[in-house]
């Protein structure tokens, strides 16, 4: 109860309790870790990474999702707060989010976006389920 409360749009609560509908009991305990909210400037890889330089633009993650071998997957739910300014698009705004993914894959993480309509259109359900089962496979994982 307390995870969900963290989450912060209606893309996030449609991930996250299609993530659990879907898996936690085709999978048990082997089901990987889906944590929100996540603040990376805790994770003490990235801190070792960044040593001496500035910190991530953009620290907080929607999710983090842990696999096995130490594979960290960040998830995002992008609405236009991650490309537009003012109701209009921008330039800058998207040049900084795609910055700052290029910087999280090169500090060991796996990046997912999708669009907030995508996790809220009648069908997400099925679309979530799916994508999480080729990311378990891709990963060698099972999805039961």
């Known amino acids: 109860m307390r995870l969900q409360q963290s989450l912060m749009s209606d893309g996030e609560r449609n991930l996250f309790a299609a993530y659990f509908k879907a898996f936690r009991e085709r999978m048990g305990p082997r089901l990987p ?3 929100p909210q996540v603040y ?3 994770d003490p890889t990235v801190v070792k990474l960044l040593r001496g330089r500035l910190p991530l633009p953009r620290q907080r993650m929607d999710f983090l999702m842990l696999l096995p071998q130490r ?3 960040v998830i995002e739910v992008d609405g236009k707060q991650h490309f ?6 921008s330039l800058d705004i998207y040049a900084d989010m795609v910055s700052a993914d290029r910087e999280l894959r090169l500090a060991g993480y796996e990046i997912f ?3 907030a309509n995508e996790t809220t259109r009648r069908d997400h359900v099925a679309r979530l389920t799916a994508f999480f089962e080729q990311l378990f496979r891709a990963n060698g994982i099972d999805p039961g």
């Open 33 to 35: 870790a889906l944590i």
């Open 71 to 73: 594979q960290r997957v």
């Open 113 to 115: 976006r999708f669009g």
């Open 40 to 42: 990376l400037h805790y």
């Open 84 to 89: 537009s300014k003012d109701g209009q698009p």
